[in-house]
């Protein structure tokens, strides 16, 4: 497998202030009154994947907001997706917050919660909406001591652990094989990942892994990777966003996002939308806990 080490590509000199603005001008602001930047930036991050825009906007809002078990949240993503730059106002934001709040137990009314919960939730209506948001790694095994084969299936969300000194192996770790031992002769074997082929691909980065004394440095993500996803097949995925999160594990500290393109990344905190600068670089390395990843199609890589 052909390994890219490109990182995450930020402000080019060819954009002039005009440019620069009109593309800030298209992405939607959401007001913080409750507490509320993980929903904008979760919000943010998935409105701004191709896969979304693409297959969403050509349905009705009516029949897809039937398939969502939270109505009011699933009209604000429809209604934001169809008017780019609309800004929100509180009060359109607090009916769904309190939906939210009422019909996924994990996520509480005034509190900051933890984004993934959310993208878990809306994951499962965009499926239902015919997006492939599940993503499911088989491992598989063959021992040359003894003979045994195996296999095994699970939705996966989280990045392994880092080893020390080594923030690319994140990456390369979460679509490669690992080694580990045969489960019948203890022969250490390789174990083959295959990946079904989803739209989009959700990796996470645990807190824990991010402070402990494991890591304690920034993760540089992948650009584009290329997973595998059958018998010498494999198939490119591109970053689109990364959630990031500052202070103590959620539900406290502050959450923005960070929306990748081919030649910019514009950062989106609530309110507030800018082109990424340089400096913002390290600040995606050391604070990104959420790495959205979608499909390349060729025809539709985010050109802007
Ligand atoms: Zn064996």
Redesign the pocket.
Known sequence: MEEVFETVSVMRPCYNALQRTDLCNNICRFSNSFNNCWMNATLQAALHLNVVRNTLTHQRPESLILLSSTPTFAGLFLEALRNPGRSFSPTELYGALTELSEKVPSLCLLQRNDPLKLLKHLWVWLNRCGIKTLTEVQGRGW?D??G?SWGTSSNIYFLPLPRRGNSFSLFQQAVKQNTGP?E????I?QKQKVWNDPDIVTLFLSQGARTGSVLGKSVTPLQVIEFPVGENQTQLYSLSSVICHSGNEPPTGHIWSYLCSDFITIKACDSRISVASEYMRDDIYRHGIIFLYEKVHESSRHHW
């Open positions: 021992c001591n003894c045994t045969c019948t002769c203890g022969d074997v």
